[in-house]
Nanobody, 118 residues
Framework: QVQLVESGGGLVQAGGSLKLSCAPSISIFINAMGWYRQAPGEQRELVARISNIGTTYADSVKGRFTISRDNAKNTVYLQMNSLKPEDTAVYYC??????????????WGQGTQVTVSS
């Protein structure tokens, strides 16, 4: 099975920046990759997603976060600038991988903690 390895989380003060990265443990073809987050007591939500079609961002992070992808390394990044306390959450990497059945399957990272202090 595919394992997604995440890094880059940590503690930062409001207004600071962090950069998350995520890559699969084996060489595979991935249709799309993205970042989701879940704050305490909240539901998991989409933060950003990237595919060969384009990118998608949650309204709350537009203008502050940038998702990018290195196709050669199969690595996805999330550059987070102007961080706010409400960005505090566990961030999960997601990858959609095609199968022989014709339907994509979801793979998830274990999550990396991002904490923004006021």
């Amino acid at each position: 099975q595919v394992q997604l390895v995440e890094s880059g989380g940590g503690l930062v003060q409001a207004g600071g920046s962090l950069k998350l990265s995520c890559a699969p443990s084996i060489s595979i073809f991935i249709n799309a990759m993205g970042w989701y987050r879940q704050a305490p007591g909240e539901q998991r939500e989409l933060v950003a997603r990237i595919s060969n079609i384009g990118t998608t961002y949650a309204d709350s992070v537009k203008g502050r976060f940038t998702i990018s992808r290195d196709n050669a390394k199969n690595t996805v990044y999330l550059q987070m600038n102007s961080l706010k306390p409400e960005d505090t959450a566990v961030y999960y990497c997601n990858a959609r991988v095609p199968t022989t059945t014709g339907r994509d399957v979801n793979y998830w990272g274990q999550g990396t903690q991002v904490t923004v202090s006021s």
